[in-house]
């Protein structure tokens, strides 16, 4: 069976505010703190409840006590009793009172994005139909590195309906090696 995970894709609206944050974070060399934070922060606004208490319809809660609320449920995720940045608090309290909370996730994202690209590192998904061997890992790492001439950080996942072979996702790339691939293509080429 296949794995199913949640693919955020970023919105537009969220980028203005990733690229704030990534700046405040890297004038701060803080980058690592907040990319668990806003990974915290990202999961809490995702959750269905959440949504319904932080969204701008419930107006029990002042955007700064929504703020305030992310804020807690970030430092009780890290279990880390220390205070937030202030400039992640502020953060948290802008999106609040332009009702933008929602965003959490593709910001989140986005982030991720910038700071990979800053750092010179590539995050790339090899989807295999069966598991894959510590020796293929390095092979593929490898051939990646050398042809995108960057640090990669390889996450490697199963899918049993490819039938055999792989396919690669780098950001908006990718690579379909997988013997369902080729059916497809060549079941488009005899439809045509």
Sequence with gaps: MAETTTVVRPTSAARPY?????EDAQAAQALP??????EAAAAIAADPAMQRLLG??????RGEQKAGLVASLCRDIRGDA???????????????????????PSIAVLFERFRAEA????????ISASAVTEAQRKRVT???KTKFKRSIVLDCKTDPSLIAGAVIRIG??????SARGRLDKLATALSQ
Excluded at 18 to 22: C, I, L, N, Q, T
Excluded at 83 to 94: G, I, N, R, S
Excluded at 172 to 177: A, K, L, P, T
């Design 142 to 144: 490898k051939a990646l």
């Design 119 to 126: 750092e010179s590192v590539l995050h790339a998904e090899l």
């Design 33 to 38: 703190l907040w990319s668990g934070l806003l």
């Design 82 to 104: 220390t205070p937030l940045p202030e400039a992640f608090d502020t953060f948290l309290k802008m999106l609040a009172e332009y009702h933008r909370l929602h965003l959490l």
């Design 18 to 22: 990733a690229r704030a944050a990534f």
């Design 172 to 177: 908006d790339r990718v690579i379909d090696g």
């Design 56 to 61: 701008p319809w419930n107006p029990e809660l």
